[in-house]
């Protein structure tokens, strides 16, 4: 049986979760993050072998990314007086949600596909042995899960607001 680097993982997490919840001050964005956090370590290609060096690791990606969430927090003000600034500032915000949305719409395979190959940035041959099926399969998979997420987020109410030029 092959040696699985992420076996620690589970008995870490309380861990983690204190440590984001003490550096964001805020749980629910502290269980976020170590959700992000474990879906970078589990995705990652080189992983430690060794208990103390893994841990390490694990605390350096929920730190880096606790610090990126604090300094995203941290944003300069809007200058609410030129509204075009502010929707091409929030247009990566809206397109997020959007996205976010439009995924929890699809059903678990269609989430499940998109999740390797767009996200984790598996490759198709790659998808293709992790989940135990031929490559035209993934492409095809792949091909449909898009199609469904593209419908999802036209179907989306979340849309921008039109900006009236006259206030």
């Known amino acids: ?3 699985d680097p992420h076996n620690g993982l589970m008995a870490l997490l309380p861990r983690l979760y204190a440590f984001a919840r003490t550096m964001l001050a805020d749980p629910d964005a502290a269980r976020d993050l170590v ?8 995705a990652a290609r080189r992983v430690p072998d060794d208990a103390p060096a893994y841990r390490a690791w694990m605390f350096r990606i929920v730190r880096n990314a606790a610090l990126d969430e604090i300094r995203r927090l941290k944003r300069p003000a809007l200058d609410v007086t030129n509204s ?3 929707w091409s500032y929030d247009d990566a915000s809206i397109a997020k949600i ?14 499940e596909i998109i999740s390797l190959i767009d996200i984790a940035g598996f490759s198709y041959g790659e998808a293709a042995e992790l989940l135990q099926v031929p490559v035209g399969t993934v492409m095809s998979r792949i ?18 607001l039109k900006v009236n030029q006259g206030i």
């Open 98 to 111: 959007t996205v976010e949305q439009g995924l929890a719409t699809l059903p678990p395979a269609h989430r």
């Open 35 to 42: 959700q992000e956090a474990v879906t970078r370590a589990l």
């Open 143 to 160: 091909a449909r899960a898009r199609e469904a997420l593209l419908a999802a987020i036209e179907a989306s109410s979340v849309r921008p």
């Open 1 to 3: 049986m092959a040696h």
């Open 84 to 86: 075009a600034d502010i």
